[in-house]
């Protein structure tokens, strides 16, 4: 039987109170990423944990996800841009040192690898953890990716903080071990090509991992799928299931 918890706590790193969600009692974890300005909840709300039902109670995977915090930061313009480059790598290390940890710690396993997953804003999310942190993150399901996000910012030039954060931006400077261990990860790309999808972006960044040998795919579902929970409902179960036969 499925079963859901959330814990909340403060971030130092987040300089806020964030939340992550589980729903599930075995298999392999998957961190779901929300879309930009969502929160631990939202995968719920928007009823992909219903469809994900029959994998969840099935215990073939657990789901967590937690607030977009690094994803709202780039619509918050009452900000500046360097601060919504830093938090985007902050984010990232609450991701690490605190999400992951717990979610580890969950599954009682101190090396459990985890699938990261996430549309739009949330495949950027999803697709950079499992390219900055392969010991960590093994898959990524990246949904109708936005992955060159500096077209929010009123700058023409990242700063450090944000080059270590992009894989767009970072990627192509990898090399020894780290490059080595990402070369045995995995990253999917489904896109539709209907209203507001750009597969474009999806292979931008396949192009740059495959430069370095990083194993990818990109997958479209064609011009009947849009950029939509309608799209992202019937892809996540579809290939999740595939990936935990």
């Known amino acids: 039987m499925s079963t859901y918890e959330t814990s909340r706590w403060h971030s130092a790193r987040l ?14 974890p998957v961190l779901i990423f929300p879309t930009a300005g969502g929160d631990a909840d939202e995968i719920d709300r928007f009823l992909l944990i219903r ?4 994998l ?3 215990g073939r995977i657990r789901v967590y996800s937690c607030d977009s915090v690094g994803g709202s930061a780039w619509f918050d313009k009452q900000t500046s841009p360097e601060h919504r480059m830093w938090m985007q790598h902050q984010y990232h290390q609450y ?11 969950d599954c009682r396993s101190g090396d459990v690898g985890i699938w990261a997953a996430g549309a739009s804003i949330g495949a950027f999310h999803a697709a950079a953890v499992v390219c900055r942190f392969p010991d960590i993150f093994h898959k990524a399901l990246a949904l109708s990716g936005t992955f060159n996000i500096m077209k929010w910012c009123e700058r023409s030039e990242p700063t450090d903080y944000f080059r270590v954060s992009s894989p767009l ?3 192509p400077t990898l090399s020894g071990r780290h490059l080595d261990v990402l070369r ?3 990253i999917h790309f489904a896109t539709g090509e209907g209203k507001w999808e750009d597969i474009d972006e999806s292979f931008r960044l396949a192009h740059v991992l495959g430069e370095k040998g990083i194993p990818n795919y990109v997958e479209s579902w064609g011009k009947d799928w849009d950029h939509d929970w309608v799209t992202w ?6 290939i999740l299931a595939q990936w935990t036969e």
């Open 184 to 186: 045995t990860r995995y």
């Open 169 to 171: 931006h970072f990627v």
């Open 51 to 54: 469809v994900l039902s029959p």
């Open 95 to 105: 991701v690490k040192h605190e999400v992951a940890p717990a979610i580890r710690t």
């Open 15 to 28: 300089q806020c109170e964030a939340t992550l969600s589980r729903w599930g009692h075995a298999g392999q």
């Open 233 to 238: 409902r019937a892809m996540v179960p579809k």
């Open 56 to 58: 969840l109670e099935a």
